[in-house]
């Protein structure tokens, strides 16, 4: 089992950046797929980013795609989800997961473990 622990969030203004952090206790961040998800108020959890146990894979979900980057470091059990040119729209709660079956990474079934998420609010 992992534990994760999502820190980085906060308040922006429009066009600014955010990096979010996941850390992980527990067991190794390697063995492990992960992932990034947004719930904003009154909406399921939706999916934001993807990134493979070496790094070497990643996919993004197309409202963030070419503004987000998901990165990890295994050695210091961290992924990360960088954000720049934030929109409004982005304003939720995001949270970090970890996987350890392929299935269909883009949807929240395919992980087994959460963090317990980061608030962002980009304001207008």
């Known amino acids: 089992q992992v534990q994760l622990v999502e820190s980085g969030g906060g308040l922006v203004q429009v066009g600014g950046s955010l990096r979010l952090s996941c850390a992980a206790s527990?067991?190794?961040?390697?063995?492990?797929?992960m992932g990034w998800f947004l719930q904003a108020p009154g909406k399921e959890r939706e999916f934001v980013a993807y990134?493979?146990?070496?790094?070497?894979?990643?996919y993004y979900a197309d409202s963030v795609k070419g503004r987000f980057t998901i990165s990890r470091d295994n050695a210091q059990n961290t992924v990360y989800l960088q954000m720049n040119s934030l929109k409004p729209e982005d304003t939720a709660v995001y949270y970090c997961?970890?996987?350890?079956?392929?299935?269909?990474?883009?949807?929240?079934?395919?992980?087994?473990?959460w963090g317990q998420g980061t608030q962002v609010t980009v304001s207008s």
């Open positions: 990134i493979s146990r070496s790094g070497g894979s990643t």
């Open positions: 527990g067991r190794a961040l390697s063995s492990y797929f």
């Open positions: 997961a970890a996987g350890g079956v392929i299935s269909g990474v883009t949807s929240k079934m395919a992980y087994d473990y």
